[in-house]
């Protein structure tokens, strides 16, 4: 097979902690569950004709507006005014950096690997997201949906990751805490590796990194 030159990280729940943890803060702190959330952006979905998410993290839809139309979904659905600004800052507040995955990437980038990371996000999370880690310091290529329209599991955003970074799907290698987002990279032909813990992707990597075949 072919080696693998480059390692793709998502951002939220690879470099970062759960995204579970902001989500059950925002919970815990606005009396919200998430099954509640989810229910309101299916039935906003209903009504607009595409899932308001999605269409948020490929930037067809404004965060605001986002926030409008789940915040006016709950508001009928709880039957008491939901307000839901300043709902990044709180998700923020409670995402922490993955040191241990960090200083990996770090030392990935010192052994001679491309690194990117292909990431699912809003366009005015950008700054936030960026702050949480060195960025520019350790990645080649970032790739955020938000900015070039297509989000993971579609095809076309690892393609484009694959082309910035100048390599073949064969010798790239992706990591992801959604095993569906690992799925559709492996149909294209890459490794992929689905993040449960730190300890055990970093070993599923490891093997990767010295036989492909082993998680491919």
Known sequence: MTPIEAVISDFGGVLTSPLLDSFTAFQDSSGISLEQLGVAIAAVGSRQGANPLFELETGRLTEARFLELLGAELTEQLGREVQLHGFGERYFEHLHPNDRVIQYMRELRERGYKLAICTNNVREWEQRWRAKLPVAEIFDVVVDSAFVGTRKPERRI????????????????????????CQAARELGMTAVWFR??????????AALTEPEAVA
Do not use: C, F, P
């Open 158 to 181: 690892y393609e484009l990751t694959l082309e910035r970074l100048g390599v073949s799907a064969g010798a790239a290698l992706l990591i992801d805490d959604i095993e569906v987002n």
């Open 197 to 206: 813990d730190t300890d055990q992707a970093i070993a599923e990597i490891e």
